[in-house]
């Protein structure tokens, strides 16, 4: 079974600090998406990556694709609370020859103001 | 408004009490599928449906049944709910397949006594 794993699991910041988590795997994927998810909904996505190397910015928001597309990061710049959040990384099962899809374990961020 | 709905957000059920979880979809979407989400795991596939009568195990699918019979909905069946499905569960749908953009429900809180 293919997996992603995040980290860290939890990450508790000032305001205006700088952080990056990571979702990493032992298996190629042909694309990775992130979501956020914040309290009481579902998660919504932010962006995908597709290209091995890839780099995509959202404001303060920077996701970056592995060159062997095996891992993933979003590095968050000047962090602001409403960034408080569940982030999700995912990606297609393609090597188990299945349309599932496959969630990582999950980094929780607090920031604080 | 596009949405994806799932009834209902909360439920407090006994062991061995049939329940069914709903969830529709207004988007036309093709595919579907259900997750749990538990502390420290993420979100696991429990089950997914590429199109009407077409469905397909996760990663958890033991204890659970999903139809398919119209394109809109993908209800969840706990036939004999044990106390180790208590979680959050959530329904998502994307235009064609894993790849695509996951719409989510805003999740359904099971706990079975």
């Known amino acids: 079974t293919q997996l992603l794993e995040q980290s860290p699991q939890f990450l508790s910041i000032q305001e205006g600090e700088n952080l990056t988590v990571y979702c990493n795997s032992s298996?190629?994927?042909?694309?990775l998406q992130w979501y956020r998810q914040e309290p009481g909904e579902g998660p919504v996505l932010l962006v995908t990556v597709v290209t091995g190397g890839e780099v995509k910015k959202l404001k303060r928001l920077t996701f970056q694709f592995g060159d062997a597309r095996k891992d993933s990061s979003l590095h968050i710049t000047a962090a602001q609370p409403g960034d408080t959040g569940l982030y999700l990384c995912a990606g297609p099962a393609v090597r188990e020859n299945t349309d599932k899809l496959i969630f990582g374990t999950g980094t929780r961020l607090q920031v604080f103001p | 408004e596009a949405q994806v709905t799932q009834n209902p957000r909360y439920l407090i059920t006994v062991t061995g009490k049939k329940l069914t979880v709903t969830c529709s979809q207004n988007m036309n979407h093709e595919y579907m599928s259900w997750y749990r989400q538990d502390p420290g795991l993420g979100l696991r596939q429990i089950y997914y449906s590429m199109n009407v009568e077409v469905t397909d195990k996760g990663d958890v699918p033991e204890g659970y049944k999903v139809s398919r019979k119209e394109k809109r909905n993908f209800p969840l069946i706990l036939e004999s709910p044990s106390p180790n499905q208590t979680s959050l569960y959530f329904c998502a749908s994307s235009l064609a397949g894993q790849m695509d953009i996951q719409y989510f429900g805003a999740g359904t809180r099971l706990s079975v006594l």
């Open positions: 298996s190629v994927f042909s694309s």
